[in-house]
């Protein structure tokens, strides 16, 4: 037996799934009775709708201003992932875009080489290439050299008269 629901009756239940209510499916489930996975699928169909239309997350992610986001970092590090979970759920974030967050504050905090230091990198890197090919022309001199000298002695054994027997 499938049921009818009408537009209105489902943008209802899924604003009270997403932020800022935020409510779990299972108490939804409770209290009108709908079948979790419906709700689950009614959710889906919305989010794909959004990202496909609406604002993506990182859209959405960006009504914060660094120090709020800062903010949020700190406040994060020391919860575990259930209340993770809860403390996104009421800000009506990811925590993937938390992760993310606090790894631009990493990378933010280890300033960024100036003009003057690429160039000089790119310059040794530059020197550390003409260095090692001058290197490996001279190994290969080098072992062209051994080569001949081991040439000239056996030349040089095989020229010599034998010895007197």
Known sequence: MTTKYSEEFKASIIAKLLPPNNASVLDVVKETGIPKDTLY???AKYRNAQSESGPSR???ANKFNN???LTIVIETASLNEVDLGKYCRRKGLYPEQIASWKNAFVRGATPAPSKAERELVQQQAKTIKQ???ELHRKEKA???TAALLVLRKKVQALWEEPEAE
């Open 41 to 43: 699928t009614w959710r």
């Open 58 to 60: 990182n859209q959405q």
């Open 67 to 69: 120090e709020e986001k």
């Open 131 to 133: 260095l090692e090919k």
């Open 142 to 144: 080098l072992a062209e």
